[in-house]
């Protein structure tokens, strides 16, 4: 993978399309911006589509546990709800 590399804002400024390029090509992992030496912004190319649906599915997996035997699927109100008998504000 690439590597980081840490720039001034004016030097960014003048060579702003072809660091893009370079993260596009993956020449480059980020991008340091620094104003006066102090880092002010890090630029980094996105996630790739896979990586983001990984990390949205499933990423809870595991926790929650269900006690065995607990029937997620069973009723758990005795009483009519009210929207089965039309009312839908109360």
Do not use: N, W, Y
């Not at 980094?44 to 595991?62: K, N, Q, V, Y």
């Not at 029937?71 to 039309?86: K, M, N, Q």
């Amino acid at each position: 993978m690439g590597e980081t590399r840490s720039i001034s804002a004016s030097e960014f400024k003048a060579t702003c399309l072809d660091l893009l390029k370079q993260l596009d090509e993956h020449k480059l992992q980020r991008v340091v911006i620094t104003r006066r030496g102090r880092p002010v912004a890090v630029l980094t190319p996105p996630e790739s589509h896979a990586d983001a649906i990984d990390g949205l599915h499933g990423f809870m997996r595991g926790s929650v546990t269900v006690p065995d035997g607990f029937d997620l699927t069973a009723p758990i109100l005795d009483d009519r709800l009210d929207a089965e008998d039309g009312i839908l504000h109360r």
